[in-house]
């Protein structure tokens, strides 16, 4: 099973190779280097990891966070503006069309995160989670969770965390190919959505 797995993973990554390579050599000439985006994540286990995304934002982002938080539009601990001042204006469609997330194929492909899944939080918001949120590192994270196609971050952060615990409960392969293509139908929405807010 996990040959088949691997295989379908690489027959997936070579299929979006070329967008890939398009995203990178556009980030590199309207952005600059760095084209990737690295940051420590908490995955299965409670166990850190480096998740990869293509860079959205402005150099030192991460450093002008804290003067940014009245800005916050996320509940909890964790931190999310929709139209963040600090993101590129390519960065800014990439993120809103989830294209940022497509490195992210390597970490599935490393074995530190599934296709489907919690995501993973940065070090300084799992530190914040509670005992019965933590349950949630008991499987890999996910490039998409259904978190996200449940309401994305306009939920409050209980319901979120409960959302990932059911779906831990939940996990099945015909549950998580229903999933799957309910993502395509969503991505699709986003990238669509994005389209017509810009013409």
Known sequence: MRVVFFLILILVILAVSPILIFISLLLWVTQGHPIIFRQKRVGFGGRTFIMYKFRTMKHG???????????????????KIHNDPR???????LA???LDE????????HGDMAFIGPRPLPLSEAA?????????HSIKPGMISPWILEGYHKQPFDVWM??????????????DLRLAIWTIGFLLWLFIQECVSRS
Not at 64 to 70: D, R, V, W, Y
Not at 102 to 109: A, R, S, T, Y
Not at 168 to 174: H, L, N, Y
Request: glycine share 4%.
């Open 102 to 109: 497509l490195p992210q194929f390597f970490n599935i492909l």
């Open 162 to 175: 409960k959302s990932d615990i059911a779906y831990i409960k939940r996990k099945s392969v015909p549950y």
């Open 87 to 93: 993101y590129t204006p390519v960065g800014k469609f």
């Open 128 to 136: 914040k989670l509670t005992a019965w949120q933590k349950k949630r």
């Open 61 to 79: 982002a991460e450093q002008k966070q804290k003067e940014l938080t009245p800005l916050n539009e996320a509940h909890g601990p964790v931190f």
């Open 96 to 98: 809103h069309t989830g």
